[in-house]
């Protein structure tokens, strides 16, 4: 199983960004499939998440990006998305998503839920 994250880059504030995860050797319409970032020095922080369809496949954001990133799926590239806009420079992280078929709803911005991983991607967000 591989998750690969892409689409990270530098963009000035107020910009937008999307990234992608791909998965191959597993089927992502039943996983919830999460975003979590990493900024320098901070510890790894949960940003949002799409639901498996079994638990009802609902989003979920953290306060600090609600309203501005939206995630999304594509069953047939087998790919989750997280549009990101509006960005500031407190964004400026590494992104990574995660994903598992046995999230519990408790337990959805989790880190030890999740047991699959992609490798990350740098969001630099410039002033």
């Known amino acids: 199983v591989q998750l690969q994250a892409s689409g990270g880059g530098l963009v000035q504030a107020g910009g937008s960004l999307r990234l992608s995860c791909a998965a191959s050797?597993?089927?992502?319409?039943?996983?919830?499939v999460a975003w979590f970032r990493q900024a320098p020095g901070m510890d790894r922080q949960f940003v949002g998440v799409?639901?498996?369809?079994?638990?009802?496949?609902?989003?979920y954001y953290a306060d600090s990006v609600k309203g501005r990133f939206t995630i999304s799926r594509d069953n047939a590239r087998n790919t989750v998305y997280l549009q990101m806009n509006s960005l500031r420079t407190e964004d400026t992280a590494v992104y990574y998503c995660?994903?598992?078929?046995?999230?519990?709803?408790?337990?959805?911005?989790?880190?030890?839920?999740?047991?699959?991983w992609g490798q990350g991607t740098l969001v630099t967000v410039s002033s």
């Open positions: 995660a994903a598992d078929s046995l999230v519990i709803l408790s337990n959805l911005a989790s880190q030890s839920a999740y047991r699959y």
């Open positions: 050797g597993r089927t992502f319409s039943r996983d919830s």
């Open positions: 799409i639901h498996r369809p079994s638990g009802g496949g609902r989003t």
